[in-house]
């Protein structure tokens, strides 16, 4: 089976702190990705990753950045915390689609419950 | 623009009954869809995909989803309900503004199953 794991389920940290999110995926897979949840606006994309050392920006970037050192790994990084960004964070991984081939979908891990106060 | 949307926040219905939750989705090309449910405190979990072929895809706990093209739905369906269901439930279509793998996420429908 597919396994996402994300450092922290639940997560209080203070404005202007530097929060780092990480998310580990053990499937091999190129791309990964970095939602929020927010009641009401569903899961909005922040970052995503299809290889190491690339990142494009998702649909709500500001205020965050991200680090893909290894493929298996991808950080989050709140660069001075504020407390619009308390939400629930996700990460997600799948295969890169091949041209001719299927699309896949997308694992998510467990979710981390960020508060920032 | 893609898009889909989720008419409904939330559903409520009785065990054993059937259960219809509904998603229309907007693409230019081919759609590509998705249903997740997210039980309280987890993550997604995938349930179908429609990519192409039957209209009718059958997934993951019973679960089934008929895609319209005339109707430009995807609507997830149930034949009889489980307690056991009650979740938030999420469509979602493939991005085709990228030559990537992202996906555009409706805003969930609660589910409640009541005894």
């Known amino acids: 089976d597919v396994k996402v794991t994300q450092s922290s389920r639940y997560l209080v940290k203070r404005t202007g702190e530097k929060v780092f999110l990480e998310c580990v995926q053990d499937?091999?897979?190129?791309?990964m990705f970095w939602y929020r949840q927010d009641p009401g606006l569903g899961l909005r994309l922040i970052y995503f990753?299809?290889?190491?050392?690339?990142?494009e920006k998702g649909d709500i970037p500001e205020g965050y950045s991200v680090s893909r050192e290894k493929k298996e790994r991808f950080s989050l990084i709140l660069e001075s915390a504020s407390t619009n960004q308390t939400s629930m964070y996700l990460c997600?991984?799948?295969?890169?689609?091949?041209?001719?081939?299927?699309?896949?979908?997308?694992?998510f891990g467990p979710g981390t419950r960020l508060t920032v106060l | 623009a893609q898009s889909v949307a989720q008419p409904e926040d939330q559903v409520n219905v009785a065990e054993g009954n059937p259960l219809t939750v509904k998603c229309t989705y907007s693409v230019s090309g081919n759609p590509y869809l998705f249903w997740y449910v997210q039980y309280p405190n987890r993550g997604l979990q995938f349930l179908l995909k429609y990519i192409t072929g039957d209209n009718l895809v059958k997934g993951s706990y019973g679960f089934e989803a008929e895609f319209n093209k005339s109707q430009t739905s995807f609507h997830l369906k149930k034949p009889s309900a489980l307690v056991s269901d009650s979740a938030l439930y999420f469509c979602a279509v493939r991005d085709e503004a990228y030559n990537t793998d992202k996906l555009i996420f409706g805003t969930g429908t609660r589910l409640q199953v009541f005894p």
């Open positions: 499937m091999d897979h190129e791309n």
């Open positions: 997600a991984s799948s295969f890169i689609t091949a041209p001719g081939q299927g699309f896949d979908e997308q694992f």
């Open positions: 990753s299809y290889d190491v050392k690339m990142k």
